[in-house]
């Protein structure tokens, strides 16, 4: 069993900032990092939109960065993930997969948000070669060239429109015969010259040699199949956008979450239970952020969560 002032729990850019606080703040964190070592970036091929990089960063480089900063100031990083939770007596208690053991005065949630996908296989064989769950990541690439986004709700939509800012054409695959998107997002949508809705389809395959060049797509209406010329469409990118799952579920008996799954916090990062704050328990990132799924905004959390974090355990000396 080890003891700590300060658990922080993931390695994304919530996680690693985290860290950096709160080694700098001599509170000795210990990090886990979870299956997916720096997060959702790792992914990424090239960020562009994070400051302090004028030339673009490879996601993978940005976030050894950021470990190699939080080490720096002696963040005890270790490999695992926790998969049981719980607060006894005012103290938190997280068993990892490994079966450590870990007594923690405060903790910081920021295991991050997994993108959901269709399940196909080359949905892996083209990600960072021209799949993406995150437009406004990666549209920059495809400025004047054309893309498809997976979805029918708001965020489909959102995305669509930022992604017809950039891109020639821009296609919007949809199950249903209607979108799910509110009034006003599918009338912007509608009234967007180069962005066309595919109804009743969904992508059955993607295709291209050193890249996407193409998706395949079949009907949805058994009673109305599309025709051989509507079987394929050109594009140069694929973009998901049928939402995100939060992993907060080992935490979900002690917070409050939103409908979806993301974690509920205050503005000082609190997690919340009954709609109060629970003295010690922070999250920062995409765990509790259904909204903008930003590097630089899961950064700054982090940065708030561990300064709550100092200031809660100056509070209790």
């Known amino acids: 069993m080890t003891e700590t002032q300060c658990l922080i729990i993931g390695s994304g850019p919530a996680g690693y900032t985290a860290a950096i606080y709160a080694s700098r703040a001599n509170l000795h964190p210990i990090l886990y990092s979870g299956l997916q070592q720096g997060g959702q970036l790792t992914q990424t091929t090239e960020v562009e939109n994070f400051p302090g990089y004028p030339n673009g960063v490879d ?98 939509c959102e995305d669509a429109l930022y992604l017809a800012g950039l891109a020639k054409k821009v296609y919007m ?14 009338q912007r ?12 389809r969904r992508a059955v395959g993607l295709f291209g040699t050193d890249g996407i060049e193409g998706a395949r797509l079949e009907s949805t209406n058994p009673a109305s199949p599309i025709t051989d010329d509507e079987k394929e469409i050109a594009i140069d990118g694929f973009f998901l956008a049928i939402g995100h799952k939060p992993n907060s579920d080992v935490f979900a008996e002690f917070i409050d979450t939103d409908n979806n799954g993301f974690i509920k916090v205050n503005d000082h990062q609190n997690t919340l239970h009954d709609s109060n704050p629970i ?39």
């Open 173 to 186: 695959i949809v199950r249903k015969p209607f979108l799910r998107a509110s009034n006003i997002m599918q």
């Open 59 to 156: 996601g993978n480089q940005m976030m050894d960065d950021m470990r190699q900063q939080a080490l720096r100031f002696g963040t005890d990083i270790r490999t695992g993930s926790v998969c049981k939770f719980s607060i006894e007596n005012g103290v938190f208690k997280a068993i990892t997969d490994g079966n450590e053991e870990i007594l923690a005065k405060t903790v910081i949630i920021a295991t991050g948000a997994t993108a959901k996908y269709l399940g196909l296989a080359d949905e892996e064989k083209y990600r960072g070669l021209g799949v993406s769950a995150c437009a406004t990541c990666d549209g920059f690439f495809y400025r004047k060239k054309t893309v498809a986004v997976v979805g029918g709700g708001d965020t489909a």
């Open 279 to 317: 003295p010690g328990l922070f999250a920062a990132g995409d765990v509790c952020d259904p909204v903008f799924r930003q590097a630089i905004v899961a950064a700054a959390s982090g940065c708030k969560a561990a300064m709550s974090a100092e200031r809660y355990l100056q509070s209790i000396k």
């Open 189 to 200: 949508v509608t009234e967007t010259e180069n962005i066309e809705i595919l109804y009743e």
